[in-house]
Structures are given as C-alpha cells and as structure tokens.
C-alpha cells in the first residue's frame, strides 16, 4: 500500500454508511444490503475517496452488538461492494475486522483505538491495510455522562501519540495511520469546537487527520436546527481548514462541492 496521505489526498471524503437499526442520523436506512450497496456507489459517484461501513452503532448510550450479530449485518453489504468500490470497516472487532479485509477493505477504522480486542492490532498488522486511530474518553454506554479533561487538546494528542507508538509497535507501518480526535464521543460541545480549532496540535504528530463532525449532536446544540446539513457541511469545511486530510460524512455531494471550493481559494 501506499503512504495514507498519497492514496488519501486532502480533503478526502469519506462516506458513512451505517447498516444497523439504530444509528443517530441514518439508522435503519440501509439494512437492505441492495439498498445499502446502491447507497455506496452513489457516495462514489458523488465524489467520496471511501466508504465507511459500520455494522454497530457507537452513538451515546448505546451497549454494542454481538460479533455475529455485527457480522450479520456487514457480511452481505461487504460482498456486494468486494471488488467495486474502495471501502473501510468501522468495528472494533478483530473478527468484523478480518471478515472486511478478506472482502478487500482498504482501511480499518477502530473507534476504540485498538483497545477493544486484543487480536485487533495484529489482524490489521497482517493485512497491510490502513488503520484510523480515534480517541475516545469513557466507552459508548456511559461516554457523554460526564466528560472530562485538563487541556483536551493535549489529552487527546497524547493519547492518540501513545496508540500510534502501539500499532506501530504490532506492526502497522507508519504511514497506513491517520489519527481522529473522536468529535462526540466523550466530549463537550465546546471541547468539540476546540479541538477543531487547534486542530494544529494534533496534525504536530505527522499524520493525516480525519474529522467526524457530520450530523453530530452538537451541532444540533450549537444551531438549534433539526436539519443538520449545512452545520455538517460547515463544520467539514472548518476541519479541512485547519488541516484535516479526510471528511466523514453523510452527506456526500454537499460536502464534495464545498470543499472543492474551500480547497480552490486555499
Ligand atoms: N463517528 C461515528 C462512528 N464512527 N469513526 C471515526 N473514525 N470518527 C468518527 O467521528 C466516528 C466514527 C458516529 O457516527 P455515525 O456512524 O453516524 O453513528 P453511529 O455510531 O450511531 O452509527
């Protein structure tokens, strides 16, 4: 594989799509696998570099799914894309994992950072794919009850430093990393601005970033709107402003054309 930020060029979108009954913004849209492949090759018509499939929803308060459950929902949908389009997996699951990337996933996104499943670091180091690292305070269930930090910033660089020394330490070069600082989860809406706005200190670490900023809970907090597309696509803008490389999103072409235009007067 190539160095991340040469197969990645900034800004990259990354289409999200959830296959689960219960994600925030788009849960239960696509647990048809024809509907949700459709969905896919629209994103890429649209413009994105990737999509993300995730098959369990992280969104506060929620307790997980079984690996075969996760499995259940992915399998089908990661067969129908093998072969056609460039896609990543969202799971913290070596299993999910592994079953991605004999379907040709590119890139393994781990929202736990390789924190929750011991055989994860070594499925991916394995497999010469690329790894999106995020952080995370508190786990899913309980994360937003109480977030809490010194600097956040420096929290979150910190940590993001220490688990991009342990995958390299397992084996995953380098330059397959790009490290997220996790907007949403365990944090703050004003901690989520603010590690937006000195996103320099993460992009101090040498990696790409990604950002997933879109159709998150603070920008509902932030605007008072239901209708959270031009916030996302705001918000999207912003990130690859201060040097974000990829853009998870939802909402594809809105997102492609605006940072076409940020990215032409840059
Ligand atoms: N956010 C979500 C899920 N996975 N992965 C990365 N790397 N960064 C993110 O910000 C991120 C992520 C949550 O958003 P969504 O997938 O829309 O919702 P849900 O977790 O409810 O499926």
């Not at 600082?181 to 990604?210: M, S, Y």
């Amino acid at each position: 594989m190539i160095p991340l930020e040469q197969r990645f060029r900034r800004p990259s979108v990354m289409g999200v799509l959830n296959v689960t009954p219960d994600s925030f913004s788009d849960g239960g849209v696509h647990l048809d696998p024809d509907v949700a492949a459709a969905a896919a090759r629209r994103m890429i018509e649209e413009g994105a570099a990737i999509v993300d499939v995730g098959g369990e929803s992280t969104r506060p308060g929620s307790a997980g799914v079984s690996p075969n459950e996760e499995l259940r929902r992915v399998v089908p949908v990661l067969d129908r894309l093998e072969g056609e389009l460039p896609f990543s997996i969202d799971t913290s699951k070596a299993g999910v994992a592994l079953a991605a990337l004999e379907r040709g996933a590119i890139l393994v996104n781990d929202v736990t950072a390789l924190r929750g499943d011991p055989e994860f670091a070594g499925v991916v180091a394995g497999s010469g794919a690329y790894l999106c690292l995020m952080h995370m305070q508190g786990e899913p269930r309980t994360m937003q009850l109480e977030p809490h930090y010194g600097d956040v910033v420096t929290e979150v660089a910190a940590f993001l430093e220490e688990r991009m020394s342990f995958a390299v330490a397992t084996g995953v070069s380098e330059d397959r990393i790009c490290l997220d600082p996790g907007i949403g989860f365990g944090k703050t809406v004003a901690q989520n601005l603010e590690l937006v706005r000195r996103l320099d200190v993460l992009l101090a670490l040498g990696r790409p970033v990604l950002v997933g900023f879109s159709r998150k809970s603070s920008l509902q907090r932030l605007t008072g709107s239901e209708d959270l597309l031009g916030a996302s696509v705001a918000a999207a803008v912003a990130a690859f402003e201060r040097g974000a490389t990829i853009l998870r999103v939802h909402d594809v072409r809105p997102t492609v054309d605006a940072l076409t235009v940020a990215a032409a007067v840059a």
